[in-house]
C-alpha cells in the first residue's frame, strides 16, 4: 500500500555533509509521525530523529546540532540533513513512518513502514 524509498547516501570524508531523501509512493497513509534510523554492523538499530505530528522534531543526542529532519508540504517526502559527519555516523540509514500510538517516538515499534535503507559511509 505504502513504499518508501532512501537515496542520497554514499561515502564521504569526516566533516562533510550529505542530505538523504526519503520518498513515499502508492497510496499514502494518514501518517502521525516521520523519523529516521540507522544501523552500524553489529548494532541495533539507532533512533536517529524523527518528526512528531509532521511538526515537531526530536533528536538523538549524538546527532543534535548536527542533523536536521524536515520533509515537504505534502509529507510525502523526509529529508535528513547531515552536517559535520562523523565516522561514528557510518551506517545504513532508513526512513519511516508511522500512525498516531502513545509508543515512544524514539522506539523503532511505533513505526509500521519502513524503507529499504541507504549506506552512508564516513571516512578519510
Known amino acids: 500500500q505504502v513504499q518508501l524509498v532512501e537515496s542520497g547516501g554514499r561515502l564521504v570524508q569526516p566533516g562533510g555533509s550529505l542530505r538523504l531523501s526519503c520518498a513515499a509512493s502508492g497510496r499514502t497513509l494518514r501518517f502521525h509521525k516521520l523519523a529516521w534510523f540507522r544501523q552500524a554492523p553489529e548494532k541495533e538499530r539507532e533512533f536517529v530523529a524523527a518528526l512528531w505530528n509532521m511538526d515537531t522534531a526530536y533528536y538523538a543526542d549524538s546527532v543534535k546540532g548536527r542533523f536536521n529532519i524536515s520533509r515537504d508540504d505534502a509529507g510525502k517526502t523526509i529529508f535528513l540533513q547531515m552536517d559535520t559527519l562523523e565516522p561514528e555516523d557510518t551506517a545504513v540509514y532508513y526512513c519511516?513512518?508511522?500512525?498516531?500510538?502513545?509508543?515512544?517516538?524514539?522506539?523503532?515499534?511505533?513505526?509500521?513502514?519502513w524503507g529499504q535503507g541507504t549506506q552512508v559511509t564516513v571516512s578519510s
Open positions: 519511516a513512518a508511522g500512525l498516531i500510538s502513545t509508543t515512544s517516538i524514539r522506539s523503532s515499534r511505533a513505526y509500521s513502514s
